[in-house]
């Protein structure tokens, strides 16, 4: 079975800090995605990587940045946290070139206060 | 960007009545996926129906899919109060970058005991 492992499940943080959200996955799948998911607005898309040291803006990149130094580890960096960044963040995998079915990490909520 | 929209947004049934839940969307798709989410968690894979599929099963689930009304449902039958979660649906990036999703807000379930 896919495993998509978020480093946290609920974060803790105060407004200016520095945070890192980690994820890593054990599929060897080339594609990872961040999104941030509210209620009322679904699911929105952070950033995604379709390879090693490669990101793509989402929908919503402003406040983020991300790092994929290894295949397998996708991290989204939050430089200065801010409370409209109190979310639930979902990172999830996919192979490419098939279906696309991705495979999702069971999600951090991140309350910044 | 949203591209699936999901019909109901809330959804509340006994046990053992089917649910159906309906997503519609804008552009052309290859395929339209159908995820669930258990409260507080990540997004598991349901369903997978292509394009040139009108209907597919699997279990209690069963898609159907209309491309000329961009539309698409999704039928539980039977149901349990373990089915009790969110439902999404997500098309493909039709033309647009590889690999990436767009959900819809999704349908909650509430299947009382």
């Known amino acids: 079975d896919v495993k998509v492992t978020q480093s946290s499940r609920y974060l803790v943080k105060r407004t200016g800090e520095k945070v890192f959200l980690e994820c890593v996955q054990d599929?060897?799948?080339?594609?990872m995605f961040w999104y941030r998911q509210d209620p009322g607005l679904g699911l929105r898309l952070i950033y995604f990587?379709?390879?090693?040291?490669?990101?793509e803006k989402g929908d919503i990149p402003e406040g983020y940045s991300v790092s994929r130094e290894k295949k397998e580890r996708f991290s989204l960096i939050l430089e200065s946290a801010s409370t409209n960044q109190t979310s639930m963040y979902l990172c999830?995998?996919?192979?490419?070139?098939?279906?696309?079915?991705?495979?999702f990490g069971a999600g951090t909520r991140l309350s910044v206060l | 960007s949203q591209q699936g929209e999901e019909d109901p947004q809330a959804l509340s049934i006994q046990e053992g009545e089917n649910a159906t839940m309906n997503c519609s969307y804008k552009?052309?798709?290859?395929?339209l996926q159908w995820y669930r989410q258990n409260s507080g968690r990540g997004l598991v894979h349901l369903i997978l129906?292509?394009?040139?599929?009108r209907e597919k099963h699997s279990g209690r689930l069963r898609v159907t899919l209309d491309t000329s009304k961009k539309s698409s449902s999704l039928l539980i039958t039977a149901s349990r109060a373990a089915d009790t979660a969110s439902y999404f649906c997500?098309?493909?990036?039709?033309?647009?970058?590889?690999?990436?999703?767009?959900f819809g807000k999704g349908t909650k379930l509430s299947v009382k005991p």
């Open positions: 999830a995998s996919s192979f490419p070139g098939g279906e696309d079915i991705q495979y």
């Open positions: 599929m060897d799948h080339e594609n």
């Open positions: 990587s379709y390879d090693v040291k490669m990101k």
């Open positions: 552009t052309s798709i290859n395929n």
């Open positions: 129906i292509r394009s040139n599929e």
């Open positions: 997500a098309t493909d990036n039709y033309g647009g970058s590889q690999g990436n999703l767009i």
